[in-house]
């Protein structure tokens, strides 16, 4: 069966998913993490991509992006990939491939389901059992959303920057937003959407772009 055609287009928010190859454990301490953060902060600005949405787990990773060409994306995670594989290979006296084939990616409905994107992809420490509060891991935007950290990668969403205009009750509004309980079925179908490389969205979502970019359910 062929493999479903990617479709990165300028403009429109991603979900992007890179995994170690065969689940293998691509960060093992904090000058790994801090390493890939660098790499994401150099790449962003030569490949033209905002990053909205962040975290390193232990063996794969989750951004939420939006590329300013059609191929910036695609860039971008070559890039980054491939650099931190040469420096993870170095440190570690080994060789091969370290990253799972292609990442894996998906448009996000800006209207209805990029905040809940974003929420997902900052729980995942916690849903993992790595930390009982979101705040409490280092390596991801939660920091950001939640208390006002400042990142050099970080490009905050309209979506976020929108929540409230005045910045210390947008910040408290999302830490309540991250801790209230998601939607019935929303983590399924986030996960789904970014395997499978389908729109993440509301039906007419799914229609638009499956109109303009042959990308649907």
């Known amino acids: 069966m062929p493999r479903r055609q990617r479709i990165c287009p300028a403009g429109i928010p991603q979900h992007v998913i890179q995994r170690g190859n065969n689940r293998q454990v691509c960060f093992q301490d904090f000058a790994d993490r801090?390493?890939?953060?660098?790499?994401?902060?150099?790449?962003?600005?030569?490949?033209?991509?905002?990053?909205?949405?962040?975290?390193?787990?232990?063996?794969?990773?989750?951004?939420?992006?939006t590329p300013h060409t059609d191929h910036s994306l695609s860039l971008f995670m070559k890039a980054v990939g491939q650099r931190y594989a040469q420096y993870f290979n170095r440190k570690y006296?080994?060789?091969?491939?370290?990253?799972?084939?292609?990442f894996k990616s998906c448009l996000v409905d800006t209207e209805s389901y990029f905040l809940q994107c974003q929420r997902y992809i900052e729980l995942n420490p916690v849903k993992a059992g790595m930390v009982q509060y979101a705040g409490d891991y280092q390596w991801s935007s939660y920091r950001c959303h939640g208390y006002g950290l400042r990142s050099k990668f970080h490009t905050p969403h309209p979506c976020y920057l929108n929540y409230h205009p005045v910045p210390t009750i947008r910040l408290a509004r999302y830490r309540s937003f991250v801790a209230s309980p998601a939607p019935k079925g929303i983590d399924d179908m986030i996960r789904y959407a970014a395997?499978?490389?389908?729109?993440?969205?509301?039906t007419e979502f799914h229609e638009r772009m499956k109109a303009r970019f042959g990308v649907g359910a």
Do not use: C, K, P, Q
């Not at 499978?196 to 509301?202: C, F, N, R, V």
């Open 195 to 202: 395997i499978a490389g389908t729109a993440l969205g509301t």
């Open 93 to 102: 006296e080994r060789s091969g491939t370290l990253w799972e084939g292609r």
């Open 34 to 65: 801090a390493t890939y953060a660098a790499f994401l902060s150099r790449y962003r600005e030569e490949h033209e991509v905002d990053i909205h949405a962040w975290v390193l787990m232990s063996n794969h990773t989750h951004l939420l992006v």
